[in-house]
T-cell receptor, first 111, second 113 residues
Framework: RKEVEQDPGPFNVPEGATVAFNCTYS??????FFWYRQDCRKEPKLLMS???SGNEDGRFTAQLNRASQYISLLIRDSKLSDSATYLC????????????FGAGTRLAVHP | NAGVTQTPKFRILKIGQSMTLQCAQD?????MYWYRQDPGMGLKLIYY???????DKGEVPNGYNVSRSTTEYFPLRLELAAPSQTSVYFC????????????FGSGTRLTVV
């Protein structure tokens, strides 16, 4: 079983749609969680951290369910510029700041 | 503030050649990492370093070597390049605090022919 699993997509949605990405992780000792965004042929960039209480940044909402080992990202009112691959990322803790990256979910927003 | 700088951006190597991928950061981060990303795949950790003079293997270290003589630089050496090493290589750094996000360089796109 992969440590971080995501639906690879692609998710093809029209502008203005709401889209949700899900992610599961296997290690219950995981300590911190992130969503990264990666544009085609570019480096990953931190989108937001994820907390059990949920957190929101504009049109983006992230949620963590530790009991189910499940992370979600909701994007409201999708824009063309949201087209990218979204990486679910988990920190296992331990001796160094080790992040485990999911393979990513590709989003394509069309007019 | 440049962040993480990688050079070169692109390189074509012939089988059996060697090269060094350069990585520099100006944020005084102790932790640095090298990842490779194959098409349609996630990032795989090659090597990491928790400070100058300290390096350790990640999940795919074979065929690579690293050194960390200063906080700023973390070069990745490919010896005897093979087609399986065709990939995009990302260097990243982070503060030495668990749970802190990484800052990535813009990547080196390597093709071995």
């Amino acid at each position: 079983r992969k440590e971080v699993e995501q639906d690879p997509g692609p998710f093809n949605v029209p502008e203005g749609a709401t889209v949700a990405f899900n992610c599961t992780y296997s290690n219950s000792a995981s300590q911190s969680f992130f969503w990264y965004r990666q544009d085609c042929r570019k480096e990953p960039k931190l989108l937001m951290s994820v907390y059990s209480s949920g957190n929101e940044d504009g049109r983006f909402t992230a949620q963590l369910n530790r009991a189910s080992q499940y992370i979600s990202l909701l994007i409201r009112d999708s824009k063309l510029s949201d087209s990218a691959t979204y990486l679910c990322v988990v920190n296992l803790g331990g001796g160094y700041n080790k992040l485990i990256f999911g393979a990513g979910t590709r989003l394509a927003v069309h007019p | 503030n440049a962040g993480v700088t990688q050079t070169p951006k692109f390189r074509i190597l012939k089988i059996g050649q060697s090269m060094t991928l350069q990585c520099a950061q100006d944020m005084n981060h102790n932790y640095m990492y090298w990842y490779r990303q194959d098409p349609g795949m996630g990032l795989k950790l090659i090597y990491y370093s928790v400070g100058a003079g300290i390096t350790d293997k990640g999940e795919v270290p074979n065929g690579y070597n690293v050194s960390r003589s200063t906080t700023e630089y973390f070069p990745l050496r490919l010896e005897l390049a093979a087609p399986s090493q065709t990939s995009v290589y990302f260097c990243a750094s982070s503060r030495d605090i668990r749970g802190f996000g990484y800052t990535f360089g813009s990547g080196t796109r390597l093709t071995v022919v």
